[in-house]
């Protein structure tokens, strides 16, 4: 593993004021059900009637890449005031990132849209693949609101993609897309002499797409917590245009032994925009109170003291981390 040295330079990428310090002792309204029965089971996560779509599929054995055909959708919900909705579908190949979007299709319930995409893949990774759908209703000057989503997870089970199969699926009810955010790896290394906690960077993989282009330009950003406080914060370089980038670079904090049980570090994976606000892509979190991996890896670097323990971990939502328990992170930054 390839550890880079402290870059002051590169380690502060947007707060350059910041110097750095030592720690000392640390103390879904129009469609609602008609009974109170069905009300219920929708409170409860069951799926509610999001319409259907028609789609097919095809390998394409010569230029080695999955074809998927979206066709049409009928009796989606209406999310306008007037009655309808202006729908269109983004389609993934998930782990793969990239995402392909139809075009949009004003007021109408029962769009068709007759557009086909190509996902370049092996064949013998087809099995491990994922196709994810997700239908949308446009909003010129809003939030586009998600109507719902399908998740062909065995695409092997509609037939062996020879020849081109027409699918119909129900679109099951989801109001943010359920697309993996992706993972970060990093290593962990506390010198107790030193006093010295050093987090490094190694790199990111599979990450959300956040830009038109269906690349992000990401960064990582290690803020220091102690008692639901930010005392510290610290950041990587930016890579620009991927989704998969490589940083190897190393973030040091001076903690006392004394301390280590009162701290934590909140890892925030972010998407660099020049122009608007930086998007949170996925965060995490590790320390003695934080929760699983996160916590076994803090005490796995306790435990092999001035030894880099490395793990991948994987990316979570802003909202499921803070219902963790977790402490307190930065608001998500407001759209421009």
């Known amino acids: 593993m390839q550890v880079g040295s402290l870059d002051l330079g590169n380690d502060y990428v947007v707060d350059k ?17 008609k009974t109170q029965e069905s009300e219920d089971s929708s409170k409860n996560g069951s799926a509610k009637n999001c319409g259907r779509i028609n789609f097919s599929l095809k390998y394409d054995y010569e230029n080695e890449a999955l074809l998927v055909n979206i066709l049409k959708a009928v009796d989606l919900p209406a999310k306008d005031l007037c009655g309808s909705s202006d729908p269109y579908v983004k389609v993934y190949l998930l782990p793969d990132r990239k995402k392909f979007q139809t075009r949009v299709h004003r007021k109408t319930l029962n769009p068709t849209f007759s557009e086909s995409f190509q996902f370049p893949v092996p064949y013998d990774e087809l099995a491990v693949r994922k196709l994810h759908m997700s239908v949308f209703d446009f909003d010129r000057f809003s939030r586009h609101d998600m109507i719902g989503e399908v998740v062909v997870e065995n695409l092997f089970e509609m037939s062996d993609l020879s020849r081109e199969t027409a699918i119909w699926s129900d679109i099951q009810y989801a109001t943010t897309e359920s697309v993996d955010l992706g993972e970060i ?54 890579k620009k245009n991927t989704l998969n980038p490589t940083y190897n670079e190393a973030i040091i904090f001076d903690i006392p032994p004394d301390s280590m049980d009162h701290v934590s570090l909140h890892i925030s994976v972010m998407d660099y925009d020049l122009v608007g606000h930086n998007e949170i892509i996925g965060v995490m979190r590790v320390g003695c109170n934080a929760e699983g991996l996160g916590r076994d890896h803090w005490n796995e670097m306790l435990a092999y003291p001035r030894k880099p323990i490395a793990h991948w971990h994987p990316l979570l939502e802003t909202a499921s981390f803070d219902s963790q328990g977790s402490c307190p992170s930065p608001r998500p930054p407001a759209s421009p």
């Open 185 to 238: 790896m990093f290593s962990l290394c506390y010198l107790p002499t030193a006093g010295r906690l050093t987090l490094t960077v190694i790199k990111c993989r599979n990450l959300k797409a956040m830009d038109i282009t269906g690349y992000s330009d990401p960064y990582v950003k290690v803020s220091l917590i102690c008692d639901g406080r930010r005392l510290k914060k610290k950041k990587t370089t930016i």
């Open 17 to 33: 004021d910041e110097k750095p310090t030592s720690i000392g002792r640390i103390q879904p309204e129009l469609y609602q059900q």
